[in-house]
């Protein structure tokens, strides 16, 4: 998607090592969200960002912590997967205006076995 | 405890036809309520919203009703096109989204 990226695209991993998904903003917005999805639950927050260095926790954020340390990139690392942490993973962006919906990355799918 | 349902995970609708996908919320504080649509494999894009002060809002071939008092809302698409098969999700305040409903349009 136009302005914003996720990386990798796919991942598998094992039980218990820690993982980075990385997205990239070239729009310069203030506001960053992770997002998970999975069968009957829809999107759920993870964890969000207002600003360099400043984050916040969502709806599901056992397991998962971040860092925004510039404006353009926001971390989204799994301290220890476990199989209940196989989804695929959205990061999307905001300026903070509202009603104007949010610009979603293209997601990673990963899978923890 | 899901704020924003979207009850039917699936909807089949005929070329032409009007598709109505619905959403129900239970906190009346939400200022504003979104549609997204998404493909496969890409992430969703946002389609059309709607204000907490308003009880429509159009958008070419979309439509979303809000019906305050009943706590739901519904997204109209006249004429379906094969193109709008996706999955549209409703989202409250852009933070709480519905569980999806997957709509396939046949030609």
């Known amino acids: 998607d136009a302005g914003i990226t996720q990386s990798p695209r796919h991942k598998v991993t094992e039980t218990g090592t820690p993982v980075t998904l990385r997205c990239h903003q070239t729009?310069?917005?203030?506001?960053m969200y992770w997002y998970r999805q999975d069968p009957g639950h829809g999107l759920r927050l993870i964890h969000y960002?207002?600003?360099?260095?400043?984050?916040d926790k969502g709806e599901v954020s056992d397991g998962y912590s971040v860092s925004r340390s510039k404006t353009e990139d926001f971390l989204l690392t799994l301290e220890s997967a476990t199989s209940s942490q196989t989804s695929v993973y959205f990061c999307?962006?905001?300026?903070?205006?509202?009603?104007?919906?949010?610009?979603f990355g293209s997601g990673t799918r990963l899978t923890v076995v | 405890d899901q704020q924003v349902k979207q009850n039917s995970p699936s909807l089949s609708v005929q070329e032409g036809r009007i598709s109505i996908l619905n959403c129900d919320y239970t906190?009346?504080?939400?200022?504003?309520f979104l549609w997204y649509k998404k493909y496969p494999a890409e992430g969703p894009t946002f389609l059309i919203s709607?204000?907490?002060?308003?009880d429509k809002n159009e958008d070419g071939r979309f439509t979303v009703f809000l019906n305050k008092s009943a706590k739901h809302l519904s997204l109209h698409i006249v004429p379906s096109q094969p193109g709008d098969s996706a999955v549209y999700f409703c989202?409250?305040?852009?933070?709480?989204f519905g569980q999806g409903t997957i709509l396939t349009v046949h030609p």
């Open positions: 999307a962006i905001s300026d903070g205006s509202s009603g104007y919906g949010y610009t």
């Open positions: 989202a409250a305040d852009e933070l709480t």
């Open positions: 729009e310069n917005h203030r506001y």
């Open positions: 906190n009346s504080m939400f200022d504003y």
């Open positions: 709607i204000s907490s002060i308003k």
């Open positions: 960002s207002y600003g360099v260095k400043d984050t």
